[in-house]
């Protein structure tokens, strides 16, 4: 069990999980690995990871037979966020509640989606079919964390690759329920309320019509989706996937928009792949809190190829060495 802790003075919560320096990690130098070398996520390894929340086949069905799964939900073994613990209780290990320093007991949900059976290790090596089953299954978990009491946000993504933060190497999404909205998704909210109020619509569908207006850092525009690497990219070759249709929420997609959703998110790895060798990588689904606006929502991949030192992390500005309009050419390309 963790404990969430809020700094006052910027802002923010953060967790504080030490059961999470338990994990195996794959990427460490060969002679700090641990013994377990046995890839957990790899079909006929089930038993290596809690038991399972649900199974799926190649069409998306519910199994009965644990064994014979395309796509498998588990339980985080070393979570950030948990199901055993109150919403409404502070931190029993903490330091204790004061009046400035606010604590929750890390009560959550952390899941993870195993997209394939086999041993791949980029969203570029699923196949579409693959990808597309992974992100309908994403749908069904987060509804259910939306039912949950005391969840108040869900945040999916995937960290591709050691610098991005995977500590195995077989790609898998992460799902995260959690009890607190963070100042910096409330801040993107009220700003998106606010735009909304002054504009009648929403501040992403705003900054996307720009970007089409603009075309320049366009990678690839579709009747139902728009992939642009940001005006004000904060990586290298940042991408946005936004929808066209801002009226409606991840939630609604059908099965032809989830095909296409994960066709451009397959494409924009391989692009991004075939620039740089081995790329590491986060794709995130930005959704707002559960008390929001289900209609607002997009999809980004944030390579990691510089690295946030002392400027990032003392002011939150990101110094990017690649422009977003060479990004997009080169992703074109
Ligand atoms: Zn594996």
Partial sequence: MSDLR???????????????????????PIEQRRQQLLC?????????????????????TPLSDPKAW??????????????????????VSGAGQSEICESNSGYGVQELIIP???????????????LRLALKVAQDRIADLNSM????????????????????????????????????LQNRFDRDQSHRQ???????????????EQSERIVTLTD???????????????????PRDTRSGYLDLDSQGLAELAQHCRQVVTMLESQIQEPAYNLLLHLDPFAGDRSNWFVELLPRLTKGAGFELGTDIWVNPVPPESAAEQLRS
């Fill in 40 to 60: 957990p996520f790899c079909k006929g390894n089930e038993e290596q990871t809690p038991a399972a929340i649900a199974h799926y086949d190649e069409n998306g």
């Fill in 224 to 242: 139902a989706f728009c992939v642009v690497c940001p005006f004000a990219s904060r990586s290298p070759f940042q991408v946005r996937i936004i």
């Fill in 149 to 184: 009491d005391g969840v108040k946000h869900a945040m999916l993504f995937m960290n591709c690759r050691f610098a991005a933060g995977a500590s195995l190497g077989h790609i898998h999404m992460q799902l995260i329920g959690s009890p607190v909205v963070s100042s910096h």
């Fill in 116 to 130: 394939s059976p086999r041993h791949i290790t980029s969203i570029s090596e699923l196949n579409d079919q693959e």
């Fill in 70 to 91: 395309m796509v498998r939900v588990v339980p985080n073994k070393y979570p950030s966020f948990s199901r055993n613990g109150s919403a409404s209780h502070p931190a």
């Fill in 198 to 212: 002054k504009h009648g619509c929403s501040l992403i569908e705003s900054l996307m019509n720009w970007e089409i």
């Fill in 6 to 28: 809020h700094d006052p003075i910027n802002d923010q919560w953060v967790a504080i999980a030490k059961n999470r320096i338990q994990r195996p990690m794959e990427f460490v």
